[in-house]
């Protein structure tokens, strides 16, 4: 053979692929080349895989946080009270609730009672955080108007009538249509003391919002109520504030400062959530690193296949080179080899990977059949399942990164075979 030839040419390629395809005498080869292609395979799978359950455990989360939480709070700083006490209630809540709507890019400001009592239905008893909220501003929350499962119908609530979260009904054996016994430790206050107020309201309606910690402790009462059994009459504790675009709420601060008052104090779901959420973020660039190392240790199980290739087939390269082959030829037909076990072993990750994320219920449904239930603790996790959201940006950072390794550990192998000399490679032969 003489002459230049075109970089990849077709005999290039038939001879990478007759190299990989080892008989049965090489088989040392083939089974490298087939451990580098599982290890590839599994890397790049367990990276989307993680990346889509990291993706998909922080969208639920923070769409939990702000489909049923505010996104801004305004509270009261405190004041002086004509009678000398100290005091923190927000007595111009209809005015400055209608200030604050019409702040751009605020959708709904309501004013909210809110407390922690006691909850008991016949022997059981639970802790309960109690909103008092009216009922048209409770049917604009997301989660509670459209929540993951629903008892009653929200049309209920009102007047004496309570929702509850499924959490709560399930600790204390409550259902529609129940009489649920509230009792406060600041109730009536008396000649001898403040004495615990205790009221009956009937369960109209029953929500899963999908977060445990809101089902398991969220009382919701008509606002009206609210005020009456915790003696807040023509007051309210907070105003909270849904918007447009949560994530871009910064700019808005400024406008709602000047809207909602004097003494007012701004508490935003960043405030609230944000050292979970830098958590959630360092952890997702610590797995990333971590499965990028598993990534990078599975591609280099191909220098060593392509080094034991190199060692059997220095007989080959020696005649090849003899009969007019060029260097870059040589590199270029041991780079193929290498980088078409990355390329497959990358495709099979990334398919294995979707297939993953897409079919994740019914997968951790057997898993979790498999281990006897219990795999998953709402408890602490916080969310009642594992989510997982298969976003491209995530999957293309696998496939290049991958890929990238792949090709860059094939050319050291390439090269030590380009440069063999063969006059060596063919005097023992």
């Keep these: 053979m003489s002459g230049r030839t075109a970089p990849f040419s077709r005999f290039e390629w038939m001879i990478a692929w007759r190299y ?25 799978f367990a990276l ?9 455990f922080r969208d639920e989360f923070v769409d ?3 489909g049923a939480n505010a996104h801004i709070t305004i509270y009261q700083d405190e004041y002086e009270t004509e009678t000398g006490q100290t005091s923190r209630a927000i007595t111009d809540y209809a005015e400055r609730a209608e200030r604050i709507a019409a702040v751009p890019g605020v959708t709904r400001a309501a004013p909210l009672i809110r407390a922690q009592i006691l909850a008991n239905l016949g022997g059981a008893n639970a802790g309960v955080e109690v909103f008092g909220i009216a009922p048209e501003d409770l049917a604009t929350v997301p989660r509670i108007a459209e929540p993951e499962e629903a008892w009653g119908h929200l049309d209920n609530f009102g007047d004496q009538t309570i929702a509850i979260g499924s959490g709560v009904a399930r600790e204390l054996g409550a259902g529609v249509g129940d009489r649920l016994r509230l009792i406060s430790p ?20 029953i929500f899963t919002a999908g977060r445990y910690d809101i089902d398991r402790t969220r009382v919701y009462m008509p606002f009206a109520a609210a005020q009456t059994f915790f003696n807040r009459e023509g007051a309210a504790d907070e105003i909270e504030v849904f918007v447009e675009d949560p994530e871009a709420i910064e700019p808005m601060l400024m406008d709602l400062y000047a809207a909602s008052g004097e003494g007012a104090l701004i508490w935003t779901w960043r405030d609230a959530s944000g ?48 009969i007019g082959l060029t260097e870059g030829s040589v590199l270029r037909i041991f780079f193929i080899c290498g ?4 390329t497959l072993g990358t495709l099979f ?12 219920d ?21 969310i009642y399942a594992l989510p997982a959201k298969l976003e491209w940006p995530d999957v293309m950072s696998a496939v290049v990164l991958s890929l990238g390794l792949s090709f860059v550990v094939t050319i050291f192998p390439a090269r030590r075979a380009a440069r063999m000399n063969p006059v060596e490679a063919l005097r023992y032969e």
């Design 339 to 342: 980088a078409l076990t990355g």
């Design 186 to 205: 600041n109730g009536v206050k008396t000649a001898f003391g403040t004495s615990p107020r205790t009221s009956v309201y009937e369960i109209g309606y």
């Design 349 to 360: 990750g990334v398919i294995l990977g979707c297939l993953f994320a897409i079919w994740i």
């Design 275 to 322: 050292a979970f959420l830098r958590a959630l973020d360092v952890e997702d660039n610590v797995m990333f690193v971590i499965l990028s190392i598993l990534v990078l240790i599975a591609a280099m199980n191909i220098v060593s296949g392509l080094i034991m290739l190199v060692k059997n087939k220095g007989r080959d390269i020696g005649i090849l080179r003899t």
């Design 362 to 382: 019914p997968i951790f449904s057997a898993v979790n059949w498999i281990m006897g239930g219990g795999v998953w603790d709402p408890s602490i996790r916080g």
């Design 48 to 56: 989307i895989a993680t990346l889509a359950v990291r993706s998909g």
């Design 20 to 44: 990989l395809r080892a008989k049965r005498a090489e088989g040392g080869v083939s089974v490298m080349t087939w451990i580098s292609l599982v290890g590839i395979t599994l890397a790049v």
């Design 64 to 66: 939990t946080i702000l």
